[in-house]
């Protein structure tokens, strides 16, 4: 009895001390057996409790009068399947007739409580079919990307979500992204993941960066084209356009518009060429788009409407030549002046980190998202990295990117810089780098060389 009794104090002091110091551990260890147990053996009174139960149906009760049996109980969603993950557990419920999709998310917060996890919400499937999601610790306090990930094609991973599945920049899906926040929120964080997701794929890096240049070109070896100036700016954005005019000529000489070849295999874009003649897909990064919006004199004025009118254009007409806008900023709203709104208006994914004030978060998702701009104003300053994200279709979530310093990111962008193409349409903003330095040679020849 005395040794049960010790060995039970050192499993209860190890649960407690991974709790408090490894929330992953102390789940995978711990927490997903005794969460399992938990959900399984509340369910039909949390689902009562929560008003997530129907009635029993007219035939049920006939045959129970008939039988003289006990009128039978109100009858919860169908656990179709409880599947554990590293983060949680994932619920698949079939509803009742009567029950909607939307009564289970309005009783997330209710399921949280009751069941005692960290976070859950939910999306439906299908027909009938709702995904419950638990998490059972914060996973956004300290983010760790799984070892695997889905990545395709212009597909990157960039953070991780709030109900522990990974949130990926697709490009093919979402051709052009806005990210905002404020000084010290986590934007440029954000802006390197996705940098260091982009540099082992075939696709060309476009950097504008009126910081002069601080935050893109210590990534310079990973960049076809970057700008660190107004002025270079511009040049650069109607050298795209030029580009994006080119590549469109080069679909038309290949659409193959006759009546021997299939519609799925008419050229439209460039995805639908011969790999041999696809141009590489371009990704454009501005860092801080309010540069290139302000002005003080008249000349300033008319550039910046020559770059606005250029931005706008890549947004409505690149995605089919393969070129891709992310847009960074602290605001992006109306006093940056004209086209700034129908600029905004083809930006499809939005992302805020912290924001000063409720208009900053209105710009973001106020004409996509309503119920995400609350969440984007209650990101807390210690937080950094925590970020709301949306799009088009109304859904949003929370998200944190994982801290990737700037060493990391210019290590995986100086390992990866064979991957820049060289576009001949560029070639006059292709970033100067100096030489690598030589191997250092040792003094003797008994010495080894040091690294």
């Known amino acids: 009895m005395t040794w049960f009794t010790v060995a039970l104090v050192l499993v209860v002091a190890s649960a407690v001390i991974l709790r408090w110091r490894r929330p992953a551990w102390y789940w995978l260890t711990f927490g997903v057996a ?157 802006q390197r993941n996705l940098v260091a997701g982009l540099a082992p794929l075939d696709v060309a890096l476009v950097g504008i960066d009126c910081k002069q240049g601080v935050e893109l070109f210590p990534l310079a070896r990973r960049f076809s084209a970057l700008a660190d100036n107004p002025d270079t700016a511009l040049a650069l954005l109607e050298a795209l356009v030029t580009h994006m005019e080119d590549v469109y000529q080069l679909i038309r ?88 709104t129908m600029l905004r208006a083809q930006l499809t994914g939005r992302t805020a980190h912290r924001v000063n004030d409720e208009s900053s978060a209105n710009m973001a998702f106020g004409d996509i998202a309503p119920d995400a701009v609350l969440a984007a104003i209650q990101i807390p300053t210690d937080t950094p990295g925590i970020a709301v994200t949306g799009d088009a279709s109304g859904g949003w979530a929370r998200i944190r990117a994982p801290h990737t310093s700037l060493r990391e990111a210019v290590n995986i962008c100086n390992k990866h810089a064979d991957r820049t193409p060289d576009l001949p349409a560029l070639a006059a903003f292709r970033p100067a780098l100096a030489p690598a330095p030589p191997a250092p040679v040792p003094l003797s020849k008994t010495a080894p060389a040091t690294a």
């Open 34 to 190: 005794l969460a399992t147990v938990r959900v399984l053996v509340r369910y039909a009174s949390v689902m009562d409790a929560c008003g997530l139960t129907v009635p029993p149906s007219r035939w049920r009760l006939a045959l129970a009068r008939v039988a003289n049996r006990e009128v039978p109980q109100s009858r919860p969603p169908r656990i179709l399947r409880i599947r554990p993950t590293r983060t949680g557990l994932v619920l698949r419920l079939g509803l009742r007739p009567g029950q909607d999709a939307f009564d289970v998310a309005a009783s997330a917060d209710r399921l949280r409580h009751s069941f005692g996890l960290y976070g859950v919400t939910s999306r439906e499937l299908r027909s009938g079919v709702v995904e419950v999601r638990m998490t059972g610790y914060d996973v956004l306090r300290r983010v760790q990307m799984p070892a695997k990930t889905d990545a395709r094609p212009m597909r990157v991973p960039v953070a991780l979500r709030e109900d522990g599945s990974v949130h990926y920049r697709d490009y093919r899906t979402v051709p052009h992204g806005l990210t905002l926040g404020a000084t010290e929120s986590g934007k440029s964080v954000y």
């Open 253 to 340: 000489a290949n659409q193959r518009i006759t009546v021997n070849v299939p519609d799925a295999e008419i050229a439209a874009d460039i995805w639908d060429l011969p790999e041999d003649l696809r141009p590489v897909p371009v990704v454009v990064l501005v860092d801080e788009v309010a540069e290139l919006a302000l002005f003080a004199t008249k000349d300033d004025e008319k550039r910046r409407d020559r770059i606005i009118t250029a931005l706008v254009r890549l947004a409505q007409l690149g995605r089919a030549a393969g070129i891709y806008l992310e847009i960074c900023g602290q605001r992006f709203g109306s006093e940056l002046g004209k086209g700034i």
